[in-house]
């Protein structure tokens, strides 16, 4: 399974959040899944269960620490895929012809 998430308190962070959003860092860390952080969002990749595990335990923290969360979560789930954070991209960049920006 693949998901993107975004998770963020809407009664916190004044001119950021980057405090908040390390701490979901840590939680998807230390899940061991692979995952890549990108400006908008993080995409995690594993199990379903495991995925939604941290989903879940990434939406808690922020609620322990706020009185409005909003997570945001997108879903792929292919059966018997795996690789799919690069692979995606990978297949687009076969198709255009060169890598493209990753940031």
Do not use: W
């Not at 963020?8 to 390390?22: E, M």
């Not at 941290?54 to 792929?76: A, F, G, L, P, W």
């Not at 799919?84 to 920006?101: D, F, M, P, Y």
């Amino acid at each position: 399974m693949l998901a993107e998430i975004s998770v963020f308190p809407l009664d916190k962070g004044g001119s950021g959040l980057s405090f908040f959003v390390a701490q979901s860092m840590k939680i998807i860390e230390e899940s061991g899944l692979d995952y890549e952080i990108h400006a908008m969002g993080t995409l995690i990749e594993g199990p379903g269960d495991l995925v939604f595990d941290v989903i879940r335990k990434c939406h808690e923290n922020m609620r322990s620490q706020s009185d409005r969360v909003v997570t945001y979560v997108k879903i792929d789930d292919k059966k018997g895929a795996i690789g799919l954070i690069r692979s995606k991209i990978e297949s687009v960049e076969g198709k255009i012809g060169h890598a493209l920006n990753k940031g």
